[in-house]
């Protein structure tokens, strides 16, 4: 009879970080709080409010690029719909 004790010793390997705009994550938490006035309900997420949203991010970090801001509206965006309550 061969037992599965291998199995038990495997030791977790490390992940590895994929993500390479770690800026943008450490960004999450304030840009959520400051976008959720704005894009918390979801029957107020609409065209106009997207770009207001962007442009709030733009003047609280300058030094992102349009393509990060528009990143992380997409991701503060999902996180609303996908939490509960959100």
Known sequence: METHS???E????K???RRRKLLLRE???AAETL???LLGKPESQNGAA???AMNRLHTAYPDLT???I???VAAVVRSFQTRPGG
């Open 6 to 8: 291998s199995a038990r």
């Open 10 to 13: 495997r030791v977790p390997e």
């Open 15 to 17: 992940r590895i970080e």
């Open 27 to 29: 960004r999450f938490d």
């Open 35 to 37: 976008l959720r006035p």
């Open 50 to 52: 997207f770009f207001k």
């Open 66 to 68: 349009p393509s990060d």
């Open 70 to 72: 528009e990143a992380l």
